[in-house]
């Protein structure tokens, strides 16, 4: 596993910890779910739903896989084991992926602008300055949108344990890209 690895997923463990107690449970996945979807207003009550599915799957996943004590809390060596494994988890990060892609386009377009972007990404924790360079590494187009394709598989790259200098390493404060 890269370092890398470890230090794109030690940051979304924290950001994911919405209550701050340094464990996962499943209010944290309620508390980030509602956040989102509150970033993007202009989205379909489909659209919102399909987002909280996807943060509910990601909190079922980690339960299934890693609470074998039945108490409710992921603690972060629990969570890399899981989210580190793609076979145990990457249906868990295309769903994710997917919902996400689909809040920063709300007209099927395709393509996602950089307001709404930096909605979603600040929303969920992640700092402006990081924010913007990764939407800069995404290549975006002269009219500063990237692709849906781009967005999706730039989530599953920042979990896949052997990749680095992928854009997503941007999110981490720090990092060497």
């Given at each position: 596993?890269?370092?890398?690895?470890?230090?794109?997923?030690?940051?979304?463990?924290?950001?994911?910890?919405?209550?701050?107690?340094?464990?996962?449970?499943?209010?944290?996945?309620?508390?980030?779910?509602?956040?989102?979807?509150?970033?993007?207003?202009?989205?379909?009550?489909?659209?919102?739903?399909?987002?909280?599915?996807?943060?509910?799957?990601?909190?079922?996943?980690?339960?299934?896989?890693?609470?074998?004590?039945?108490?409710?809390?992921?603690?972060?060596?629990?969570?890399?084991?899981?989210?580190?494994?793609?076979?145990?988890?990457?249906?868990?990060?295309?769903?994710?992926?997917?919902?996400?892609?689909?809040?920063?386009?709300?007209?099927?377009?395709?393509?996602?602008a950089r307001p709404a972007f930096v909605a979603l990404m600040t929303a969920i924790g992640f700092g402006r300055g990081n924010t913007d360079a990764l939407f800069d590494?995404?290549?975006?187009?002269?009219?500063?949108?990237?692709?849906?394709?781009?967005?999706?598989?730039?989530?599953?790259?920042?979990?896949?344990?052997?990749?680095?200098?992928?854009?997503?390493?941007?999110?981490?404060?720090?990092?060497?890209?």
């Amino acid at each position: 596993m890269r370092i890398e690895a470890t230090h794109r997923v030690q940051l979304v463990f924290c950001l994911l910890d919405a209550d701050g107690n340094g464990v996962l449970e499943a209010r944290d996945f309620e508390l980030m779910a509602g956040r989102v979807a509150a970033a993007a207003p202009g989205c379909d009550a489909a659209a919102h739903e399909a987002m909280r599915a996807a943060f509910l799957r990601y909190w079922t996943t980690l339960a299934a896989e890693l609470d074998a004590d039945g108490d409710g809390r992921i603690t972060f060596e629990e969570y890399t084991a899981c989210v580190l494994c793609p076979e145990r988890f990457d249906a868990t990060v295309d769903a994710f992926a997917r919902a996400l892609a689909a809040l920063g386009d709300p007209a099927g377009e395709g393509r996602v602008a950089r307001p709404a972007f930096v909605a979603l990404m600040t929303a969920i924790g992640f700092g402006r300055g990081n924010t913007d360079a990764l939407f800069d590494a995404f290549a975006p187009s002269p009219d500063d949108r990237i692709s849906v394709t781009t967005w999706i598989e730039g989530i599953k790259d920042y979990y896949a344990p052997d990749k680095a200098g992928i854009p997503g390493d941007r999110l981490v404060d720090g990092a060497a890209v």
